[in-house]
């Protein structure tokens, strides 16, 4: 299957994702840096101007650097989904089955969960969070061999497998959102910081995210357990992997509830999300430290 | 001595349950329900609740659990915390005493469990009246101070009639989805606009759906699994626990990839009930046998030998295949355990691993040991057999007649599962209902002026930037409309 042109072009699709990636990662953080030293010449320029408000240069050059950035992060999105989609064909299942896979897919979700909350919300500064998040996942996805195993009998169940990774991969990346807004959100007074987006609406994003991603997380769950009903003659066997996963989603069920409580609004609550992602990442990378039964092909000693 | 003593400042250090009047031993225990359905109800005991069973959760994560059955043999349990110690040390005894090792059967949690339980039962009937009350007699009318005051707010005045006005808000809201409800009284025009009013009803059903799951987790007990349910190729063996059932294995297949990793497991299985065959196919990993509510599982494999035994009379007292299940400890051999029916002996039969090699027992030979079930550490009779050769140990006539595999089978009813799949289904129905369709509520009023209408129209609303803009648009298409 390694030699098959599908596996070919989907192996040039995930290099090509990569370095889209990468590229919008540097437009925004030049734009920043660039609009940074705008705002310091600019202010500077004012004290000298006698207190006018030109700015010169800065604004325009940075803005087309970030919106610049954006449309290669979509088509970073592009390449990524064609990667999806090559890999299924070349393997014959979802691509979801060992760890790069699942590494490639995961930062597929949270660099599409990124882009539609941009899109609707207009925060480019989110992507300072999710574009290194996406780059991480993709750099760690190039640390494993992207050979295809064949599948171990428990995974054959391209059904299940490719919709409760596939829906996982969905809840994922809306958490990865949701703890960016968080983080932003953490970082900044409760009177807001210039330049970054207002506290107020970095908690709604935050709660989008965990509203989209919460009820995904639930189905995550739900199909797990039909699985193992299947596959291990139980619905529940409190492997890890499951033990984990129902940390995480009681984190982020505390959070939905935390929002109503008075003073755990803003603050409180954003601190749970840092939780609710570290939960994520441990469910996420949970197999790496300990066994269990959620084994996937590549990552057996 | 307590009635002289009442309305004293002693009163109030003195039992409750001692005072004769009926207000003083009613009101504390009214008290102390009430305080325990606040609490109950409270938002942060629940927080607290979930927040606690994630921690404890966490640590099942993270701490090695204890295999099931091993608590139940002291032995067992003595040698996995050793094993234990050899990780964490002298925390080892704190954590055991703690029943960190067996968290999910912990008092700890199950505790949690019930209390979180019951705090959500406590908080669906707390709320259920109100959803109710909401979706079913909303208010219509709201208060002037609330119109001024709510999170969101917006005011329009129009050159037209009361009655005009009124109807242009309705459209207006009816173009948004909404559906509106309105009243006439000396101040005017109320109308009252409700979105997805069942939305809200979402929560109480993910509140009960936990409720399900759980009742048909406890439901579950009363079935039974058993995980190593061995059985050798063409032998047949009863299911028991409490069912007629039977079932005999015809045929074993394991395939494997060329890069030597499983590809398949597949048994060729036929299943009796009550003597009368039910049921006969191949089942794999992901394809089970179901029956009734008794289900087969494909888990394991290995060896088998088919034994004949014969008592001094020449009577054949066994013949079945014997699937050796165990491994020894260095890994070399398999055993296997029979019984002879009618008599006390116990019976091993040890072969050789596949792949390793011994130097007692060779290839296409098996060690028989044989035991009285009183005494299991001193054999009665030993001997090394060779396939096809009968041997006599003990009194007895051994045959091996030949090598064979075994399936391994996990045999499991769960009599709570429909209730857990039905609460599973439930609770992604309940999430999705809430947050796909989140109810939105918004009362106008209309009164006349001078010159026209006034028109108000508020909403209390968590920050919401489509809510926002469904209501900013709606302001703009009454100010548009009422021209
Ligand atoms: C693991 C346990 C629980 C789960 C999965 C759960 C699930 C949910 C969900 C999905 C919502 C909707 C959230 C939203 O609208 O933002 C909700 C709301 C609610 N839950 Fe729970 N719940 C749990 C435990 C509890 C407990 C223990 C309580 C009581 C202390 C409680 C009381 C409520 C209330 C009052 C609401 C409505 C909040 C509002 O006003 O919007 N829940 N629950």
């Given amino acids: ?301 | 001595m307590s009635t002289s003593l009442r309305g004293d400042a002693l009163s109030a250090a003195q039992d409750p349950l001692d005072e004769p009047e009926g207000r003083a031993l009613s009101l504390p225990v009214g008290d102390v329900f009430e305080r325990l359905w606040h609490l109950l109800i409270s938002m942060r005991t629940g927080l607290a609740l979930m927040l606690f069973l994630g921690f404890l959760t966490f640590i099942g994560t993270l701490l090695t659990q204890v295999p099931a059955g091993t608590q139940a043999v002291p032995s067992a349990y003595a040698d996995f915390l050793d094993a234990m110690r050899a990780k964490y040390g002298g925390w080892t005894t704190v954590f055991d005493a703690l029943g960190l090792f067996a968290v999910f059967s912990s008092i700890w949690f199950k505790a949690t469990l019930v209390l979180l339980t019951t705090s959500i039962l406590a908080c669906s009937i707390n709320r259920a009246p109100r959803l109710w009350r909401q979706a079913v007699h909303p208010r219509i009318a709201a208060s002037p101070a609330f119109l001024d005051h709510a999170p969101l707010a917006g005011y329009v005045a129009v050159p037209i009639a009361v009655d005009h006005a009124a109807e242009v808000v309705r459209a207006e809201l009816k173009r948004h989805h909404f559906r509106t409800l309105v009243t006439t009284d000396e101040d005017g025009v109320a109308i009252f606009a409700d979105r997805f009013r069942w939305g809200p009803f979402g929560t109480v059903i993910a509140h009960l759906s936990l409720i399900l799951i759980l009742g048909g987790a406890v439901l579950g007990m009363g079935g039974f699994r058993n995980t190593d349910f061995a059985v050798a190729i063409g032998s047949t063996v009863p299911v028991g626990n409490g069912t007629a059932l039977s079932l005999k294995a015809t045929d074993f297949r394991d395939l494997y990839y060329e890069n030597g990793s499983p590809a398949d497991y597949v048994s060729h299985l036929v299943l009796y009930d009550n003597g009368v065959q039910v049921a006969e196919r191949d089942i794999r990993v992901n394809d089970p046998l179901r029956y009734g509510d008794v289900t087969f599982y494909q888990s394991f494999f290995g060896p088998a030998a088919d034994m004949v035994v014969k008592d001094s009379t020449g009577k054949t007292v066994f013949d079945q295949g014997v699937p050796l299940i165990w491994g020894s400890n260095d890994g070399k051999k398999s055993i296997g355990q029979l019984t002879i029916p009618g008599s006390d002996l116990v019976v091993y039969v040890i072969g050789v691993a596949s792949g390793k090699s011994d130097a007692t027992i060779k290839a296409g030979q098996l060690q028989v040991e044989v035991y009285s079930s009183a005494n299991q550490t001193t054999p009665i009779g030993l001997q090394v057999v060779d396939e096809g050769k009968p041997a006599t140990i003990a009194g007895l006539d051994f045959t091996f007649v030949r090598e064979r595999q075994f399936t391994g089978l996990i045999v499991a009813r769960d009599p709570g599962a429909l209730f857990v799949w039905a609460g599973a289904l439930a609770l992604v129905l309940g999430v999705i209902l809430v947050f796909l369709f989140p109810s939105r509520r918004i009362w106008a009023r209309v009164r006349g002026s001078g010159t026209g209408s006034d028109v108000y129209v508020a909403a209390a609303t968590r920050h919401d930037m489509g809510f926002e803009s469904t209501f900013r648009a709606l302001i703009d298409g009454v100010q548009e409309k009422g021209r």
Avoid: C
């Fill in chain 1, 1 to 301: 299957m390694e030699g098959t042109p599908f596996f070919k072009l989907s192996e040039y699709s995930f290099v090509a994702g990569l370095l889209a990636v990468g590229l919008a990662l540097l437009g925004y953080v030049l734009a920043i840096v660039l609009s940074r030293l705008g705002v310091r010449r600019s202010g500077l320029a004012a004290a000298g101007a006698g207190g006018g408000t030109v700015s010169f240069g800065g604004p325009s050059i940075t803005a087309g650097l970030a919106t610049y950035g954006t449309i290669v992060a979509w088509l970073g999105l592009a390449f990524l989904t064609a990667w999806l989609i090559l890999r299924t064909i070349a393997v014959g299942h979802g691509p979801f089955a060992n760890m790069y896979e699942f590494s490639v897919s995961f930062s597929w979700g949270v660099l599409g969960a990124y882009l539609v909350f941009e899109r609707r919300y207009h925060l480019r500064t989110l992507g300072l969070i999710a574009l290194p998040v996406t780059l991480l996942m993709l750099l760690y996805a190039t640390t494993i061999p992207s050979t295809n195993e064949p599948l171990v009998p428990a995974l054959q169940n391209n059904l299940l497998l490719t919709v409760h990774v596939a829906v996982a991969i969905i809840a994922y990346g809306s958490f990865s959102i949701a703890f960016g807004a968080a983080l932003l959100y953490l970082i900044q007074p409760a009177t807001g910081r210039r330049g970054l987006p207002r506290p107020e609406i970095l908690d709604e994003i935050s709660y989008r995210a965990v509203v989209v991603g919460f009820p995904f997380l639930t189905l995550v769950i739900v199909l797990g357990a039909l699985w193992a009903e299947v596959a291990w003659g139980t619905y529940w066997s409190w492997d890890p992997k499951e033990t984990a996963s129902l940390v995480t989603w009681l984190i982020y069920g505390a959070y939905l509830h935390a929002r109503v409580v008075r003073g755990w609004r803003g603050r409180n609550s954003a601190l749970l999300l840092m939780l609710g992602f570290g939960a994520t990442l441990f469910t996420y990378f949970g197999n790496l430290f300990f066994g269990g039964l959620h084994s996937y092909a590549g990552l057996n000693q």
